[in-house]
């Protein structure tokens, strides 16, 4: 028995699968998998790409760990992605390349660091947008993408400067509420180094290491050791 179906047109029907949506579409469009954790902002993409004749969402999640599983099932032109929502970090545009490597990659953010832009484009990402652009450069992204080009907002491109480099000679992101010491201690641990290990690189105590990784974790509201090396990457503390 098929799930309900909501016809929002003529053309267009979803089934509704759990939390994941798939569209029956036009087979000359461009096929592109949408996943953004914020309701509201997906359906606001979708309310846009819709309206696109060129362009049409296969099916959309608000979950991060569907990006591989949507991408393997239905064989998209594009994924597009907030590179920020749980379950996703940069490493995603190899993976998906590795199940497709034809899969051009469009990520967006409420985020437009100078530090997130860098790492998309290291990534190996085709394009990337901010939240707040508008239809026209959602829609010239997702065309140039598709096209074999690459698509770098405005916003994107002028990103202001989220870095400086300490005394340590470290590159790190200018805004934390981390000391000298707390910052060694999170740059050893997102390198997946153990306690006594660290201790014996900084000449401390495995307490005091300890000690540390609790301040770091009440200072930034993280509950968890996996939470805390994701920040660590995404923040730009040590390279991707």
């Not at 300890?210 to 050791?225: E, F, T, W, Y």
């Amino acid at each position: 028995m098929h799930p309900p179906i909501k016809v929002l047109s003529p053309i267009y029907r979803w089934y509704e699968i759990r939390s994941v949506r798939i569209k029956v579409v036009n087979m000359n469009s461009l096929k592109i998998i949408l996943l953004d954790g914020q309701p509201v902002v997906r359906e606001g993409l979708l309310y846009i790409i819709d309206d696109q004749p060129d362009l049409d969402v296969v099916a959309d999640s608000g979950r991060g760990k569907d990006t591989l599983e949507l991408t393997k099932r239905y064989s998209p032109d594009i994924v597009m992605l907030d590179i920020e929502m749980d379950g996703v970090d940069f490493t995603i545009v190899k993976k998906l390349r590795k199940l497709n490597p034809e899969v051009r990659v469009l990520f967006f953010s409420n985020s437009d660091s100078e530090e997130i832009v860098r790492q998309s484009k290291r990534a190996g990402a085709d394009g990337f947008v901010t939240k707040e652009e508008g239809r026209h450069t959602i829609c010239l992204a997702l065309r140039s993408v598709g096209r074999g080009k690459t698509f770098f907002s405005q916003a994107a491109l002028q990103a202001k400067p989220t870095t400086y480099t300490d005394v340590r000679g470290r590159t790190l992101p200018t805004q934390h509420p981390l000391s000298l010491r707390e910052v060694d201690v999170l740059c050893l641990v997102a390198q997946a180094m153990p306690a006594k290990k660290i201790a014996g690189e900084l000449g401390i105590s495995v307490k005091t290491v300890d000690r540390h990784k609790a301040n770091i974790m009440a200072k930034l509201s993280i509950h968890s050791q996996a939470e805390l090396v994701r920040y660590a990457f995404r923040q730009g503390f040590v390279d991707a």
